[in-house]
């Protein structure tokens, strides 16, 4: 574990980011549930629609969160402006994926909140981790 130019490790920032997406998603969830009737998807071949549970959502969330620690160590070691370049890439891939729960979303209502728990959970991940991350490799 290093420490950057903010004085925290990686890892317990990582791990307070998670923790934080997993508490915004579980109340989106329930919001989400109490707002629609079913939050319905078809997954990628399927031919069924599913109801979205909240165990899925947690672990969307919790893979979020690994996925951005990763991409935050890997900018931190390679990128000469690590946290511009991790929020870049954090935004255009979160823009990217929020194209998927149009295309398996059963109604429009259910796409929409997706997007919004996609991005009440990209708030603390990219937010605190880009906190983490130095302006400048030394």
């Not at 490790?9 to 508490?23: D, N, Q």
Request: proline share 7%.
């Amino acid at each position: 574990m290093t420490t950057q130019s903010t004085g925290r490790a990686l890892l317990p920032t990582a791990g307070l980011v998670i923790v934080a997406a997993l508490v915004v998603v579980t109340v989106m969830f329930f919001v989400a549930s109490a707002a629609t009737d079913n939050l319905l998807v078809t997954p990628p071949g399927g031919d069924a629609p599913e109801e979205v549970v909240l165990g899925s959502a947690l672990f969307a969330a919790a893979a979020g969160g690994v996925v951005g620690t990763v991409l935050a160590w890997a900018m931190s070691r390679f990128a000469p402006r690590p946290r511009n370049a991790f929020v870049t890439v954090s935004v255009i891939g979160l823009a990217l994926y929020g194209i998927v729960p149009f295309t398996a979303a059963e109604e429009t209502a259910t796409a929409v909140w997706l997007n919004l728990m996609h991005l009440g959970v990209a708030i603390p991940v990219v937010g605190g981790l880009a906190k983490y991350l130095p302006e400048r490799r030394t």
